[in-house]
């Protein structure tokens, strides 16, 4: 039995059998929540590539599955990511019920996680480009609406997303070249050029981020979330195997300037278009866009620092955007609508949605105490050891989301009537609603108190990428 | 660890009054455990002051980057001994003048949040990192968010709430900036020496926290906890960040002085002094003697005394805790806060002695303005300690020796600290500042008592301050600021959503197109070569 | 490679085919114009690849058509909706020409990243402007969809220049069903929200 058979090939032919029984949720949730979380414990306990001994038996898990002389190859470093992958997904698809997700969530997306580890695990990696775009191709019916229109924001998504799949073909095809060309600083530039706008297009990086809030406010915004955390850790962990494989990647400076730059101008234009918005939705996607920014600065950085912080970062990202989205979620479905001003007292209603709402916002923001404190701390203290002008860009990105988090608070705990009548708590969520939004809420405090535990789970995956530095 | 050992007590004894009530123990022995154990918590850290300094370092909470290769560090060393010693006053102090309410509603979740907050306040004392100072302040301002957000009534007091916790925030993402700085400059973090333009952010952030920089009022009205919880929550607050700017060597020169926050800070001061003045009663202006001492800490960082600077924080945190808990009165109890505002007047060898050296500056006009505010805030501690209140005789008889001693601990606190510690403050003083200074106090009392048989001139009085209350703390209060940055919000607002409304609009494709073919062409490779 | 004037046909033939698609209400049209882009790319690609290989192309790209012609049910989704007034068409047209020429300058430059004989740069280059300028231009499924393809299949004429791994043009082909089969689907909603 290999690696990429039971963490890609499995979980994709259950996605095929449930897609049948899809109607039956109850059962499909708790059936596929349960098989994520057994493949996310299976692959920490299991080490890849070691013959293991359960009880009599011995076995062994091969790192490498040959399909049409093509190798797909889990190494054992990886099995964090898979893990983490699995993980998430079992806890986003076990509150699938709560969210309003349609019924191609479970299904698709389980065979979306396949596809994108797929994608992580392929050699040669140009096939990667083509496993992302059937992953994108998958999710489109996950994110739309039952009974709904289609929505200029899945179509922007689609196009985006597919546009990304030549550039990385050419770039795979210019890096191979560049080493025999005459002139092989111009094609690895060219093919640096071919790279980038490839994971622009990708990851959402400005311009191309315009929509990210337009599917976030488009009615699915857990599914959304769900999507962009696992496209988005997915194609992080493949930029780091290009840098890993490409030398001139890591050593050419403009390049790295051009992405602590982007990553710049993304912190800021998420931050800032975060503090002037008037629906919750719509934040999930400038919390994506926030966050990818600090993604590409720790990329930039190309320290040790700079690609750890890259890692660690990918917890409390995809916890926070869990939290938000479900809460943003549950609030579409118990009062139709997440306009700010039409919300304005809601903790005195809902404190779980209110409580899980501020927290989630503040973790992305990077408030301390919470998860993402540590990590975007980290960066803008290397950041900051080179250039106060990056710095200060940073923090204004920064400040803008904490504005925003100031915002959100008048909102959810200024009651809307001037008189003290509405000022006392009335639970109005669900008993699983409230569960839901508790445990991930206490989730986001864990991390927050706590960063050491996803340091001590996503350390190893560095082992990986030997060259980075 | 034994430098948190105060901590270990305080949330220990949460827990238990929480238990015991929660078993429907009676209120009256909740009261005395809780008596026995934050006398325990003060005479704990008494002791330990013989056995300074400790360190508690956790150097592996996140141990990538250099920022936080020191970690949560704690030190019990003569400074911080000084604020732990203080809080822990205050905090025994209200607990024992809690005796004249057990009666009221929810006392014992009160004295649970009395217990936690006090703990946290050992936490704020001995914080010695970057990182404990930034995660010390959040969780204090997360604490107070909650607690008085809990017993808010009003829309208005709830948006009050909210304000101040970004004020707040602000001033905690004004000091990361100022580490951040620190490390650009220097290449680390460091407390030692300040240079000036880390000093101008930082003075800034303790500043925006404390209400001095630019002067804010984020609460219209003092929040409903008024003493007990009150007290400790505002002290704890004060003390977060207090205790931080204490720590600072400040350098300046000529080049590169102050002199713009000393600007603000004397502008703080002199309104915040009025407005205390003014008030209606001694809860009331609270606010303003927390913003004008603060304003006096600052001011003697700036002018070079740091000694100074402590000494006015103990006044700030006993002299005011003094007046604050001076809830039940009588005749013979005025001797009490009497005493107290002895030790800020700065009579010679009287711990605020070197206090008053602190305000005196280079610049005449900042002096004068901190002087006389000083003069004006030991006239309102008088004014309303003689104002009559609720008499301590209606309470039970042993309210009534229990009561004055919380008060009778401030002030012997004070003079614990003043004797015992080492920062050579045992001095005379400027006596061309305090001997006036207190002529002009006695005077102040003496005809206090006069005008008050004077009926026609006291409610002239009282009239004319409510009315210039009212006018200058509305001025002050920065509302009309506020409406003019809301207008500048809103027209962002418009700009960002026009903006993305092309974006995502029906061209937004094209846009892309020609914003990527922009982008191509500022990196083509003529670019580069 | 040398240049042949035959070479140019192709050229020709996707130009007008994507123009036809660029300006076409009809659905029926649009359907025969991506057939005849698809004959075209076809008619490139087999100038690199054995006609077993490229033939793959051109019934990938017509199976697409038929996925989405098939979708198209009843008399409201017959025509697709923009407005099919003479000063759009006019826009429509001017903006094809433009692209159509903007390719033809700059494909010189373009010959300097890829080694692509001149025809086939010019030929892929026209169904990758038409296409996102297609995509830009509407925000209707179906053309949207249309647009994708084209511009995939502009790259894939670029792409079979310089790379013959049968298995990325297989991947390709999947992708391209892939899409026509979601536009399919989008079209399948959509018809749904017009019938309720």
């Known amino acids: ?469 | 660890m034994i430098a948190l050992t105060p901590f270990i007590l305080l949330v220990f004894a949460a827990i238990l009054i929480l238990v015991l009530n929660q078993i429907k123990i009676n209120l009256g022995r909740l009261w005395l455990i809780a008596m026995v154990f934050s006398l325990l918590n003060w005479g704990l850290v008494l002791i330990l002051y013989w056995f300074m300094p400790f360190t508690f370092t956790i150097n592996n909470w996140f141990s990538v980057s250099n920022i936080f290769q020191t970690g949560f560090s704690f030190t019990l060393n003569q400074y911080s001994w000084i604020y732990l010693f203080s809080l822990s006053a205050v905090f025994l102090a209200v607990i024992m003048s809690e005796s004249t309410r057990i009666t009221e509603d929810y006392q014992a979740q009160n004295w649970v949040a009395s217990f936690l907050i006090a703990a946290i306040g050992v936490l704020i004392s001995v914080s010695d990192s970057i990182l404990t100072i930034i995660l010390v302040w959040t969780v204090i301002d997360l604490v107070e968010f909650g607690v008085i957000l809990g017993t808010v009534k009003t829309q208005k007091q709830s948006l009050e709430t909210v304000l101040s916790f970004v004020v707040r925030l602000g001033g905690t993402v004004l000091l990361i900036f100022a580490a951040l700085y620190s490390n650009y400059i220097n290449g680390y973090f460091d407390f030692g020496s300040v240079p000036f333009n880390i000093g101008f952010v930082l003075l800034i952030s303790v500043g925006l926290r404390l209400g001095v920089l630019p002067f804010n009022l984020p609460y219209m009205k003092e929040i409903p906890l008024r003493r007990g919880l009150g007290i400790i929550i505002r002290m704890t607050s004060v003390v977060s960040s207090i205790v931080v700017i204490n720590r600072f060597v400040l350098i300046s020169n000529a080049e590169s002085n102050y002199h713009l926050i000393q600007i603000f800070v004397t502008l703080a001061i002199a309104a915040g002094s009025i407005l205390w003045v003014v008030s209606k009663n001694e809860l009331e202006g609270r606010p303003f003697w927390i913003i004008v001492l603060s304003g006096f800490v600052i001011e003697s960082l700036i002018n070079g005394y740091p000694t100074a600077a402590i000494a006015w924080s103990l006044v700030l945190l006993l002299t005011g805790s003094v007046l604050f808990l001076f809830s039940d009165r009588s005749k013979w109890l005025f001797i009490l806060p009497a005493i107290s505002i002895l030790s800020m007047i700065g009579l010679p060898f009287t711990p605020n002695a070197i206090g008053l050296s602190g305000l005196i500056g280079d610049n005449l006009i900042f002096t004068l303005t901190n002087l006389s505010a000083c003069f004006v805030l030991i006239f309102g501690y008088l004014r309303f300690a003689l104002k009559p209140a609720k008499n301590l005789e209606s309470n039970e008889r042993w309210v009534w020796l229990v009561y004055p001693l919380g008060l009778v601990l401030l002030i012997v606190t004070h003079f614990i600290v003043f004797f015992i510690t080492d920062l050579n403050w045992i001095i005379l003083g400027p006596l061309w500042i305090s001997i006036p200074i207190l002529v002009l106090s006695i005077v102040v009392v003496f005809f206090n008592q006069r005008v008050k048989t004077e009926n026609q001139y006291s409610a002239w009085a009282r009239v004319f301050s409510e009315r210039l209350s009212a006018s200058v703390s509305t001025f002050l209060r920065f509302d009309w600021l506020y409406k003019i940055l809301w207008g500048i919000f809103q027209f962002f607002q418009s700009i960002l959503n026009n903006l993305s409304g092309i974006l995502e609009g029906h061209g937004g494709i094209i846009w892309v197109l020609v914003l990527v073919a922009l982008l191509i062409t500022l990196v083509s490779p003529k670019g580069i070569q | 490679m040398r240049t042949n004037i035959i070479d140019f046909a192709p050229v020709i033939l996707v130009s007008i085919a994507s123009l036809l698609l660029l300006l076409q209400a009809n659905w029926r049209w649009s359907i025969i114009a991506l057939s005849l882009q698809y004959i075209a790319v076809f008619w490139m690609v087999l100038s690199v690849w054995p006609v077993g290989l490229a033939a793959v192309k051109l019934v990938t790209g017509w199976m697409a058509g038929a996925v989405l012609g098939a979708s198209i049910t009843g008399e409201e989704g017959l025509r697709i909706s923009f407005k099919e007034i003479f000063q759009e068409l006019r826009f429509r047209f001017v903006l094809g020409l433009l692209i159509i020429l903007f390719v033809f300058l700059i494909s010189p430059r373009i010959n300097n990243l890829l080694p692509i004989p001149n025809p086939f740069l010019i030929g892929g280059g026209v169904l990758i402007g038409m296409g996102l300028l297609q995509i830009g231009l509407t925000k209707e499924p179906l053309r949207v969809v249309l647009g994708l393809l084209t511009f995939l299949s502009g790259f894939e004429v670029y792409y079979a220049f310089i790379e013959r791994s049968v298995m990325v043009a297989g991947f390709l082909s999947i992708i391209t069903l892939g899409i026509a089969l979601m536009g399919a689907y989008l079209l399948n909603l959509q018809n749904k929200g017009i019938s309720e």
């Open chain 1, 1 to 469: 039995m290999s690696a990429p058979i039971i963490w890609i090939g499995i979980p994709f032919l259950i996605s095929i059998i449930v897609w049948f029984f899809r109607k039956n949720r109850p059962l499909i949730i708790y059936l596929i929540s349960g098989f994520c979380f057994l493949l996310a414990v299976t692959a920490l306990i299991v080490k890849f590539g070691e013959v293991f001994s359960l009880g009599p038996l011995t076995l062994e898990i091969n790192t490498t599955f040959t399909v049409f002389g093509r190798s797909f190859i889990l190494q054992d470093s990886e099995r964090f990511i898979v893990a983490l992958l699995y993980f998430s997904a079992g806890i986003w698809f076990s509150a699938a019920r709560i969210s309003g997700s349609n019924e191609f969530f479970l299904p698709h997306g389980l065979a979306v996680i396949s596809f994108l580890i797929a994608a992580l695990t392929v050699q040669p990696f140009l096939y990667a480009a083509l496993f992302v775009e059937i992953a994108v191709l998958l999710s489109i019916p996950m994110l739309i609406k039952s009974g709904e229109e289609i929505t200029d924001g899945v179509l922007r998504f689609l196009v985006f997303q597919t546009l990304a799949v030549p550039f990385i073909l050419l770039a795979g095809w210019a890096f191979e070249q560049a080493p025999f060309s005459a002139n092989s600083q111009l094609q690895f530039f060219q093919a640096s050029i071919f790279l980038g706008l490839g994971f622009a297009f990708w990851l959402s990086i400005f311009p191309f981020h315009a929509w990210v809030p337009m599917v976030a406010e488009e009615g699915q915004p857990y599914v959304f979330a769900f999507l962009i955390s696992m496209i988005s850790t997915s194609i992080l962990v493949l930029s780091m195997d290009f840098f890993n494989s490409y030398s001139w990647l890591r050593n050419e400076p403009v390049l790295l300037q051009s992405i602590q730059i982007i990553g710049t101008i993304m912190v800021v234009f998420g931050g800032v278009f975060a503090a002037f918005q008037k629906r919750l939705s719509r934040l999930i996607g400038y919390a994506y866009i926030y966050e990818i920014g600090f993604s590409l600065i720790s990329i930039g950085i190309t320290t040790e620092i700079g690609w750890e912080t890259l890692i660690y970062s990918f917890i409390p990202r995809i916890f926070s955007l869990m939290v938000l989205s479900l809460s943003v979620a549950v609030l579409n479905n118990n009062f139709k609508t997440d306009q700010l001003d039409e919300i304005r007292g809601l903790f005195y209603k809902s404190p779980f949605i209110s409580i899980a709402t501020i927290l989630a916002w503040f973790t992305i923001a990077g408030l301390p105490l919470l998860g993402s404190f540590p990590i975007k701390m980290t960066i803008l203290s290397e950041i900051s050891s080179t250039s106060i002008l990056y710095t200060i860009w940073i923090m204004i990105g920064l400040v803008g989301s904490l504005f925003m988090g100031g915002r959100l608070l008048s909102v959810l705990f200024v009651s809307s009537q001037k008189t003290d009548v509405d000022s006392q708590l009335k639970i109005q969520e669900t008993t699983a609603q409230a569960v839901f939004l508790s445990i991930e809420s206490i989730i986001l405090i864990v991390l927050g108190l706590f960063p050491s535990i996803f340091i001590s789970i996503m350390v190893d995956v560095l082992n990986a990428y030997t060259n980075l530095y």
